[in-house]
């Protein structure tokens, strides 16, 4: 019985193992895709002020008519 008892023990011990990895795996999927987000944000920031100085740069010396 006491064999039984300890393999039992031992499977709930690994089954929740298994389930505390699938969350730390999810809190990093969250985290990477959050940080995607934020980068391509900050890409698309840049980007539209890249353009806005460069409409300036055209207007300032009026190739921009």
């Known amino acids: 019985m006491d064999s039984q008892n ?4 031992a499977g709930q011990a690994k089954g929740q193992a298994q389930e505390k990895g699938g969350q730390m795996i999810d809190k990093v999927n969250n985290a990477a ?3 995607k987000d934020s980068c391509q944000e900050a890409g698309q920031q840049i980007k539209e002020k890249a353009q806005g ?8 010396v009026g190739l921009n008519k």
Do not use: C, E, I, L
């Open 6 to 9: 300890t393999g039992f023990q």
């Open 33 to 35: 895709q959050s940080a």
């Open 53 to 60: 100085a460069a409409d300036a740069a055209k207007n300032a």
